[in-house]
C-alpha cells in the first residue's frame, strides 16, 4: 500500500474503490456518508464528509483490524465516531471562544 500513488483530494491511494464490499465481507452495508459540521481547512464553504459504513469497514480491513469486528456493527461504529467528531469540534469552538482565540 505505501508504494501506491496517492490522491492528493483525499489522502488515498489512487484507484482504491471503499465503497465496494470487502472479499468474506458477512453483511450488506450502506455506502451512504453524512456532511460533517467541520470546516475544511484551506476553503472558505466546505466541510468535511465522513465515511460511510462500507468505507469504515474497508479501512479496518485494509488495516487489518477486522480480526474481531462484524461488519453488522458499521452503523453502529460510524454513529459514535461521528457524533465524537462533532461533539469534539463544538467543545473546541467553546474553549476557543473562552481564550479569545
Known amino acids: 500500500m505505501y508504494s501506491q500513488e496517492i490522491n ?3 489522502m488515498m491511494p489512487k484507484g482504491l ?3 465496494k464490499p470487502s472479499p ?3 453483511a ?3 455506502s451512504h456518508r453524512v456532511r460533517s459540521t467541520i470546516p475544511k481547512g484551506g476553503t472558505d464553504d466546505q466541510t468535511w464528509t465522513y465515511p460511510s459504513p462500507q468505507m469504515f469497514y474497508n479501512a479496518l480491513v485494509r488495516k487489518n483490524k477486522a480480526h474481531d ?3 453488522s456493527d458499521m452503523d ?6 461521528n457524533g465524537m467528531n462533532e461533539l469534539t469540534w463544538k467543545r ?3 474553549w476557543e471562544t473562552l ?3
Open 8 to 10: 492528493p483530494d483525499n
Open 17 to 19: 474503490d471503499t465503497q
Open 24 to 26: 468474506g465481507q458477512d
Open 28 to 30: 450488506a452495508l450502506s
Open 69 to 71: 469486528v462484524e461488519a
Open 76 to 81: 453502529v461504529v460510524v454513529a459514535i465516531h
Open 92 to 94: 473546541l469552538i467553546e
Open 99 to 101: 481564550h479569545g482565540a
